[in-house]
C-alpha cells in the first residue's frame, strides 16, 4: 500500500468541495482580519509583559545594589 493510497483523497476533495461551495468572500475577508487583528493583540500581550519583566529585573537590580551598597559590599566586582 502506497501513502497515497492510504490517504481519503476523495473525502478530502468532497469536504474542500463543501467548504467552498458555503464560503463567501466576505466571510473569508473577516477571518483573515479576525486573525489579524487577535495575532496583534497576542503580540502586544507578549511585547508588554517583556517590558514589564525587564523593568522589573531592573528595579530588583537597582534595589539589590542599593543594599549592597548599604552595607559595604561590593557585589560583582572583580575586586
Known sequence: ???LEAVPV???TAKARQTA?????GR???AILTGILFAMGWL???AWFG??????AVQVGWQDAQQAHASG???????
Open 73 to 79: 559590599e561590593a557585589r560583582g566586582s572583580a575586586r
Open 28 to 30: 473569508a475577508l473577516l
Open 21 to 25: 461551495s458555503t464560503l463567501t468572500p
Open 1 to 3: 500500500m502506497s501513502m
Open 51 to 56: 517590558v514589564v519583566w525587564a523593568a522589573t
Open 10 to 12: 476523495g473525502r478530502i
Open 44 to 46: 502586544s500581550a507578549k
